[in-house]
């Protein structure tokens, strides 16, 4: 067996991440099981099971990135899976609700250390003409998770909610491994290990950044609760605010950045970073609506409502193979735009559609075109706007800026999610909120499509539109031939 191959390379790098996804996706089913299991927790504590670690995950994606950037990302990359890995272990073994929780706050920290250095090995060991098909496929995993975590989920939880902690150690243990026998040593590590470095700085940018990012996401979390205008969520607001400015002055002035200045004197970073924020946001609303729209609207049990939802999300990796054929002679900004638009055409339809009284409650008519449409936008944009961000990147900042894309996605689903809630607690009507869904996409097109002006007065050798001469497709990366 051929182990340094780049269909290992890719197996490895983007089966890490494809756990964490599906995890995610695993523990929103066991809300009920939880309640039985810890009687005398109320709702509010039981999903600190996942707030914690929405918290946790967003505000050490970028320190952790950065000390990635540092050690080198093989061991980045393979302290997060063994750091994640002993989080599900302990918190399938976990007596209380108080150690289930910190269990996934160690889950978190894993998941912030692996998720960029995974996308970082990418873009540093995939030669750079087939990174793009390397981002696409790492892209396509997440759709893959979305598709298969409420329906394995409900499977699993039909067993035990633990036996969805239980899944992730032999798992975790195969991708340290593989990873052992598959990724090379970067010799450039260790010098930078070696280097001196403004270490008390850095901590201290790493403390800020990581504060004001989970404040910000508490605040999100926690704004319809408290009331967005409510003394406690306007101090945390400010705090916030007040952490990400001092971080901004103090990181400017650092000799080691945390986010290093180079990455959006990228405008092709910078115009990618956003466009992902902004997509998020759509894309975090609309699967919260359908799911809402199938459970609370239609009556759809968990498993039924997962079955339900899987189509959409399947259409990522469909999606993914089929562009990947062509994709190394298109740009990936017209792709994002359109990915963009397709997504706001599916949720019009499935707007219009639930105001019709005859189709409101099929999901033959109402329900799967639209989605099924929204499937074929995601599968587009999310990849394109990796690798139309990252591709570029030098390995010195990959990880870092791999980071920050992650983070903005993670921002943008909080965002997503924040003001749908917000949207429909002020009582407009569901088939109205998907039109507000449809015009965040918009804006998520309008922000990609000015990725088009940037490459063209960037325009370098190896731009991901202009194909190299010479270069032979590796057969052995699926969809990039």
Request: proline fraction near 5%; aromatic fraction near 8%; hydrophobic fraction near 55%.
């Amino acid at each position: 067996m051929e182990f340094n191959s780049q269909k290992w390379l890719l197996t490895v790098a983007c089966g890490a991440p494809f756990l964490v996804a599906l995890d995610l996706f695993v523990v929103n089913v066991a809300f009920d099981q939880l309640a039985h299991e810890f009687p005398g927790a109320d709702l509010g504590t039981i999903s600190w099971t996942l707030s914690a670690y929405a918290i946790a995950f967003a505000a050490l994606l970028i320190p952790l990135g950065s000390w990635s950037d540092r050690v080198g990302n093989r061991r980045g990359f393979i302290t997060g899976v063994l750091v994640f890995t002993a989080g599900s272990a302990l918190a399938a073994a976990a007596p209380t609700l108080g150690v289930l929780i910190g269990a996934r706050v160690l889950q978190a920290v894993g998941a912030a250390a692996l998720t960029p250095a995974s996308m970082s090995l990418l873009v540093t060991s995939l030669p750079a003409h087939r990174r793009a098909a390397g981002m696409r496929i790492w892209a396509a995993t997440s759709g893959m998770a979305a598709a298969l975590g409420p329906v394995v989920g409900g499977v699993l939880v039909e067993i035990s909610w633990r036996m969805a902690f239980v899944i992730n150690v032999p798992l975790g243990i195969a991708s340290i491994l593989l990873a052992l026998r598959v990724f090379a040593t970067d010799p450039e590590a260790a010098q930078r290990r070696r280097a001196p470095g403004p270490v008390v700085r850095t901590l201290l940018c790493s403390v800020l950044l990581a504060t004001a990012s989970a404040l910000a996401v508490l605040y999100l979390i926690n704004g319809d609760s408290w009331g967005w205008g409510a003394p406690t969520s306007i101090v945390v607001l400010v705090a916030a605010v007040v952490c990400a400015a001092v971080f901004v002055v103090v990181d400017r002035r650092a000799t080691e950045a945390l986010i290093p200045r180079q990455l959006f004197d990228d405008r092709r970073f910078t115009v990618g970073a956003m466009a992902m924020l902004i997509f998020s946001v759509a894309f975090a609303a609309g699967l919260l609506n359908a799911i809402l729209l199938l459970q609370q609207d239609w009556g759809y049990s968990v498993l039924l409502s997962g079955l339900a939802i899987a189509p959409g999300p399947l259409m990522v990796p469909v999606v993914t193979v089929l562009v990947g054929r062509r994709a190394a002679h298109i740009s990936p900004w017209p792709l994002a735009a359109l990915g963009s638009l397709i997504w706001a055409a599916g949720s019009i339809v499935i707007g219009t559609s639930t105001s019709v009284v005859a189709l409101h409650d099929s999901y033959a008519a109402c329900f799967l075109p639209g989605w099924l449409l929204g499937g074929i936008g995601v599968g587009l944009t999310i990849p394109a706007l990796l690798a139309g961000a990252t591709q570029e990147l030098s390995s010195a900042v990959a990880a870092r800026g791999s980071a920050v894309v992650t983070m903005g996605r993670q921002f943008g689903t909080t965002i997503g999610t924040s003001v749908l809630v917000a949207v429909l607690a002020g009582g407009l009507a569901r088939s109205v909120s998907w039109w507000i869904i449809a015009a965040i996409a918009g804006a998520a097109a309008l922000t990609a499509y000015a990725g088009v002006t940037v490459t063209t007065r960037d325009r370098g050798p190896h731009n991901a539109a202009t194909p190299v001469p010479g270069n032979r497709v590796d057969p052995s990366i699926p969809g990039a031939q």
